[in-house]
């Protein structure tokens, strides 16, 4: 069983950064493949990105220039950096762990991104 809970979401301006965290619990964090989704009011929730245990990294496109996955394994972590947010990255990111085939979710933060 593997926990995890976000940390880092709040209110930003247009153009302004976050930083979210994901502290992860188990012994077998380091060959988990790490990621974050996000869901948007209304909508499906939507990759982010992704990580290996081994650092290779995955993106959505539209986000690759903007927003920055990564991880410390020493200490069951993943962070994911957000530059020049815009209105429409409002949404609810969860932190997400696959594992030997299982599927694991955090809670969710909200960030909010106001114009």
Request: charged fraction near 15%; glycine fraction near 12%; charge should be positive.
């Amino acid at each position: 069983q593997v926990q995890l809970v976000e940390s880092g979401g709040g209110l930003v301006q247009a153009g302004g950064s976050l930083r979210l965290s994901c502290a992860a619990s188990g012994s077998m964090f380091s060959i988990s493949t790490m990621g974050w989704y996000r869901q948007a009011p209304g909508k499906q929730r939507e990759l982010v990105a992704t990580i290996t245990g081994g650092g290779v990294t995955n993106y959505a496109a539209s986000l690759l220039v903007r927003f920055t996955i990564s991880r410390d394994n020493a200490k069951n972590m993943v962070f994911l950096q957000m530059n020049s947010l815009k209105p429409e990255d409002t949404a609810v990111y969860y932190c997400h762990s696959r594992l030997v085939g299982m599927d694991y979710w955090g809670q969710g933060t909200q960030v909010t991104v106001s114009s």
